[in-house]
Each structure stands twice: as C-alpha cells, then as structure tokens.
C-alpha cells in the first residue's frame, strides 16, 4: 500500500469556524486529490493538485480551497464549514500516467455543529 | 463530459453465489476502468482496472472486461463469500480531467451465510 496518511482522522467543528485537513504521502507522487463521500452520491471530486503550487477544481469546490507547497503535502480547507460539509473526506495520490493505481488514504469524518 | 453509472444497490446474495454488478459509462476518448472496494469503516482499495478495450482485470476471484462497443465494465465472480460483503464501486480516468478518477455512486453487497 501506498503510504497515504490524513489527519485528523475525526472531527467535530462548530458552523463558521475554518477547518483544515492534511494529507501527506511518502510515494513522490505528482498527482494528489480531494474526495468527499456521501450517501447517495458516491465519492465526488472536490480538487486535485498535479504539481506543486499547481491545483484546479473539482466538481463540488464551492467552500473548499487547497494548497500545496511540497510534493507530500496536499492541504484542503474549509473556509467557514457549513452543515452541507459533514462528510467523509479522502485523499488520493498517483504518479500520473494513464490506467495506473489511485491510493487513497483512510478518510476523514468530519462533523460540523 | 465524463460520467459512470452502476446499479443500485443493495444487493444480497447467498454465499457460493453469482455476483454480477453492472456498470457503463460515458467517456471521450480512451479512458481506463476501475473497480474499487470499500469495507466497512475503511478507505478505498483498488480491485482491479482494465486501461484498454477488451482487456480483463481479475483479482480475488472477481472479473471485469473493458467492453468499448457496449461501453461497459460489469463485475463479475463465480462464488461470493460472506467476506466479500462491502461496498463496490465503478470508475474511471481520462486524461481530459487531469486522470481524477470519476466514480459510480456504489452498490452495497451484502452475502449471507
């Protein structure tokens, strides 16, 4: 398994307050992503990072923003969280070439009050 | 644009049974195909993928065939296992949308003893 790790595993914010969750693989991958999952709606693409200093929208971006300073570390943060972003949150990393694996990490929960 | 689809679950099955779980998809140009599979309470693992038409992946006793002409890529395996209960899911890469992998919305699979 790649080595993808997500911190914090679980949490629990109040509505308004900004929230930032850390992703960081060890496998100098180029490419890193931002998934939310949800009942009903599968795992949907929130932004990716194809290099460093280098992101772009995902399909449900409204309320998120992502930074990536090294290649290991790929931040995704929530402004102001609203309910709407209760969810489970994974990363994901790749080296980039078409047909090869996406690791993903074991998730964030992440509750807003 | 880019778009799986899967049928819904959930799905039971007795244990020994056949499995089949049926996914299409819409893509331009020549995308590749995943199955990953995710346990209760755990990340996502890759089950197996397919980067061109008619090739077969296969792993654990589970197949799936890259069908361009039909635009499909069903799961398939002979006998389920009460183990193999899980949620599974359809996706797929396309270099047009920087290789994120664009995902089904899952089907639960439940197998009873």
């Known amino acids: 398994d790649a080595g993808i790790t997500q911190s914090p595993r679980h949490k629990v914010t109040e509505t308004g307050t900004p929230v930032t969750l850390r992703c960081h693989q060890t496998?100098?991958?180029?490419?890193m992503y931002w998934y939310r999952q949800d009942p009903g709606h599968g795992l949907r693409l929130i932004h990716y990072s194809y290099g460093v200093k280098d992101t772009d929208k995902g399909e449900v971006s409204d309320g998120y923003s992502v930074s990536r300073s090294k290649t290991e570390d790929f931040l995704l943060t929530l402004e102001s969280a609203t309910s709407s972003q209760t969810s489970v949150y994974f990363c994901?990393?790749?080296?980039?070439?078409?047909?090869?694996?996406?690791?993903f990490g074991e998730g964030s929960w992440l509750t807003v009050v | 644009g880019n778009s799986v689809t899967q049928m819904e679950g959930p799905v039971t099955l007795s244990e020994e049974a056949f499995l089949t779980i049926n996914c299409t998809y819409t893509a331009t140009g020549y995308p590749s195909l995943f199955w990953y599979v995710q346990y209760p309470g755990e990340g996502l693992q890759l089950l197996l993928k397919a980067t061109k038409a008619d090739d077969k992946g296969s792993n654990k006793g589970f197949e799936a065939t890259y069908r361009k002409e039909t635009t499909s890529f069903h799961l398939e395996k002979g006998s389920v296992q009460v183990s193999d209960s899980a949620v599974y899911f359809c996706a797929l890469t396309n270099s047009n949308s920087g290789y994120a992998l664009n995902f089904g919305k899952g089907t639960s699979l439940l197998v009873t003893p």
């Open positions: 994901a990393s790749e080296d980039g070439f078409s047909g090869n694996t996406i690791y």
């Open positions: 496998e100098n991958h180029r490419y």
